[in-house]
């Protein structure tokens, strides 16, 4: 979930949810299907602030699902979570656009859709996009 103008009240509280809620269906897939190790990569460093610094009140709206996500990566396995920034994961942004081409609901894919095999050897041999920053001189 992305938004232009994560300024607005509630857009960014949206957006570290979702990303939170996508943690934790990945965290209950790899469970059950037995996966050992998994490293996840979010743009959201909200997201990983309060997964790893654990960093949620009582009564915080985030509370539940941070609880849940804590839950799931204990026991005998290997989880890492980590940023990195948008245009590092062309991969996650083709997902994302795709998604938009499907039925409402989980969908998940055992082999990757064909327009995204591109973007995956990119991935997977070391090729980086250079990240555009607007400079404002003052």
């Known amino acids: 979930v992305r938004s232009s103008d994560s300024t607005k009240p509630g857009i960014h509280q949206f957006i570290v949810v979702s990303e939170m809620w996508s943690v934790l269906t990945a965290l209950k897939l790899v469970k059950e299907k037995g996966i050992s190790q998994l490293w996840i990569e979010t743009d959201s460093t909200s997201a990983v602030d309060y997964i790893l610094n654990k960093r949620v009140q009582k009564g915080d709206p985030f509370a539940p699902l941070v609880e849940s996500i804590l839950e799931l990566m204990i026991g005998n396995w290997t989880f890492r979570v980590s940023h990195c920034y948008r245009e590092a994961n062309t991969v996650a942004d083709w997902l994302s656009k795709y998604a938009h081409t499907t039925a409402f609901g989980l969908h998940v894919l055992d082999v ?27």
Do not use: E, Q
């Open 112 to 138: 990757p859709p064909h327009g995204c095999i591109k973007y995956l050897t990119d991935d997977s041999t070391g090729v980086y996009r250079l990240r555009t920053v607007r400079v404002i001189d003052s």
